[in-house]
């Protein structure tokens, strides 16, 4: 049935639970069946309404009020939910909310700065990886006692160059393998990410499309094997 059609049994009150959700979820519903649909009884349409890529912004900011948490979830992790409704689910007491605020594109810097020093270690992670992230928060979370968030600041491309380079000495070597996959990473950070005592290290250095053909080769000769043969495979790409 086409959406025109639902949309007219929708104000007559005779559409079935699916029919809704399925006119809850579809793009090309209208804003005034999305509003009416927002309203809906039934939890299941008005999630669908929190996911709808083109919900009305008026409609996001109701449904983050919602009482079902997995409602706020997807209206925090909607692309068209707005600054300011993004900042009041950034202090939702679920922290998945607060994970999916950390993750939406739109939410402000000064939100992102608050979320930086969240007391859920998934939120910092989040935070580290959104490349809205400023430079600022992206070097307090380099400090981050949590190895998986410093490994997600050493993979965002919004990392300064020092901080890359100070990552680079990392005591954990997941986040050293990190820098390697960085695109912003130097040159000699690179070449000193060759000659590092995990193999690891290596092997992701040797793996990465950043690395030039002299440390490659280089790396061709290690002594261990797969550092040798992910060095060999990225050369032939060269």
């Known amino acids: 049935m086409a959406v025109e059609e639902l949309e007219i049994q929708l104000t007559s009150g005779t559409l079935t639970k699916k029919m809704r959700m399925d006119l809850a979820k579809n793009p090309n519903t209208s804003m005034y069946a999305l509003t009416i649909l927002s309203k809906d009884e039934d939890e299941s349409v ?5 996911m709808n890529p083109n919900a009305p912004t008026y409609v996001l900011a109701e449904l983050s009020e919602d009482n079902r948490k997995y409602i ?6 909607n692309p068209h939910t707005s600054t300011e409704v993004l900042r009041k689910l950034s202090e939702d007491e679920n922290w998945y909310i607060r994970n999916k605020v950390a993750s ?4 402000s810097t000064n939100v992102l700065a608050m979320l930086s020093i969240d007391k859920d270690w998934r939120v910092r992670n989040r935070v580290a990886k959104n ?3 400023p430079t600022e928060v992206l070097t307090i979370l380099s400090k981050d ?8 600041v050493a993979s965002n491309t919004n990392t300064p160059i020092y901080i890359l380079t100070k990552l680079s000495e990392d005591e954990n070597w997941d986040v050293r393998r990190g820098i390697a996959d960085n695109s912003n990473t130097p040159i000699k950070v690179l070449a000193e990410l ?45």
Request: hydrophobic content about 25%.
């Open 46 to 50: 008005r999630h669908n309404i929190a």
């Open 72 to 77: 706020r979830r997807s209206v925090a992790k």
């Open 104 to 107: 939406n594109l739109n939410t």
């Open 131 to 133: 490349p809205s992230t």
């Open 145 to 152: 006692k949590k190895w998986d968030v410093r490994y997600s």
């Open 194 to 238: 060759s000659e590092d005592e995990s193999w690891d290290v290596r092997n992701g250095t040797a793996k990465s499309p950043y690395t030039p053909k002299n440390i490659l080769s280089k790396l061709s000769k290690d002594e261990d094997w797969r550092v040798r043969h992910s060095a060999a495979n990225n050369l032939e790409g060269k």
